[in-house]
């Protein structure tokens, strides 16, 4: 079992930058690859970004590549989403999401975890 919280979301202008927090906890937490996903009202839910938790490498969706960076660090349990040079089509309510194993995937369905979202809005 694994229980995750997000924080950091807010307000922000086109431009601006923010850094989402998601601090996890449970059993079996470093075996666990941690994602980001977002949802905008209409829209399906969206695969942002992955990190393995057994190492360095990541994987991000095309619309968010070079402005978004996923890190974790193991020893506060955390996993973040740093996202600089925000546009408006950022906007929706951020998820995160903790997968068993160490397979980095962008399919939701993987994810056996998820926290309650925090929401995001990026104005023109």
């Known amino acids: 079992q694994v229980q995750l919280v997000e924080s950091g979301g807010g307000l922000v202008q086109a431009g601006g930058s923010l850094r989402l927090s998601c601090a996890a906890s449970?059993?079996?937490?470093?075996?666990?690859?941690m994602g980001w996903f977002r949802q905008a009202p209409g829209k399906e839910r969206e695969f942002v970004a992955v990190?393995?938790?057994?190492?360095?490498?990541?994987y991000y969706a095309d619309s968010v590549k070079g402005r978004f960076t996923i890190s974790r660090d193991n020893a506060k349990n955390t996993v973040y989403l740093q996202m600089n040079s925000l546009k408006p089509e950022d906007t929706a309510v951020y998820y995160c999401?903790?997968?068993?194993?160490?397979?980095?995937?962008?399919?939701?369905?993987?994810?056996?975890?998820w926290g309650q979202g925090t929401q995001v809005t990026v104005s023109s």
């Open positions: 999401a903790a997968a068993r194993g160490r397979v980095l995937s962008a399919s939701a369905p993987v994810y056996d975890y």
């Open positions: 449970g059993r079996t937490f470093s075996s666990h690859v």
């Open positions: 990190i393995s938790w057994s190492g360095e490498s990541t």
